[in-house]
DNA sequence: TTGACAAACGTGTATATGCGCTTATATAGG
DNA sequence: CCTATATAAGCGCATATACACGTTTGTCAA
């Protein structure tokens, strides 16, 4: 044998799911291009219209996203006004994120866009396979893969 | 209905690929740091051994990568000596990226740390799952979501 | 030859991403 | 009450991502 391992980059699972949410995220983006919105930006007030005021950390944990990450990403839509952050009542070091007047009409706004683009995706790749798809990539969303890790170290 | 859509982030195709491409990259990042090296990178460095010297456009095609963003992502490569561009020789406009001696030495030595990543994904997830998960990224890749939209735009 | 067009790449700008460290606040134990 | 510890969030840093625009170079036809 040549290596260790043979490099075949086709069957790198990070890659192919980067790879993708690459070209996912750049078609999204140009169907919310036209409503000013991002397509993280719009899950940020999607979310937070579903589920009304929440803390940036539990915020963060449901978008399977890094703290700061959600931190920063809220800061355009602070600065346009789509969101709002208020110290926490009954806990002064949190912060809760309110999506206000303007969030809201953003997102009614961009929702034409998103479903736009849903509706290409599914026709592209087939709604039973689109649920197969997000069913996959919750369960890797949901995946404790660092847990090894955590083990090993000890 | 109280919406024209109902909204259920839920069910958004981009949103779940991401938060997937989020969680797998820091897996993959955390059993790469060892090496000095994060997902991107060693991507690309397998790439050039794979593929050998290719310019720019064609490399960030195959990345399913955006050529600025590729431009940008070998940077921190060049400076450290991993990979060096060269003008191409019968185009002079063209940059052929090459993988240096270094470039291939560290590339091997951060093998281990992928294949531990890929490893520990497989058992989580499954070998079979994940032969379909990469067959099923890989389709979204190369799917044409645009191509409707440049129609509409006529 | 030269002028129009296309192709390859760089730059400016803005957002996205996450790690390490720090600061402010809460909570439990003594 | 006060201290040790845990938790919420901010900031510095570096990389990742892509669009709009500009520059250089190649190509082809008049």
């Not at 110290?87 to 929702?111: F, M, N, P, V």
């Not at 649920?131 to 995946?143: D, F, T």
Request: a positive charge.
């Amino acid at each position: 044998m040549s290596d260790d391992v043979d490099l075949k980059p086709e069957l790198c699972n990070c890659l192919a799911v980067r790879q993708a949410a690459r070209h996912v995220s750049q078609f999204y983006d140009q169907c919310l291009a036209p409503a000013g919105l991002r397509t993280t930006q719009f899950s940020i007030l999607a979310k937070l219209k579903r589920r009304g005021p929440m803390t940036i950390n539990a915020l963060a944990r449901e978008m399977v996203m890094d703290r700061t990450t959600l931190g920063r990403n809220i800061q355009p839509l602070q600065r346009e006004g789509l969101v709002a952050a208020v110290t926490g009542s009954t806990d002064r070091r949190s912060k809760e994120l309110h999506l206000t007047a303007a969030g809201a009409a953003r997102l009614a706004a961009a929702i034409k866009g998103w479903a736009k683009a849903q509706a290409r995706f599914e026709a592209v790749f087939g709604a039973e396979r689109s649920r197969e798809l997000r069913a996959m990539m919750r369960a890797v969303s949901a995946s404790e893969l660092a847990d090894d890790l955590a083990a090993a170290a000890r």
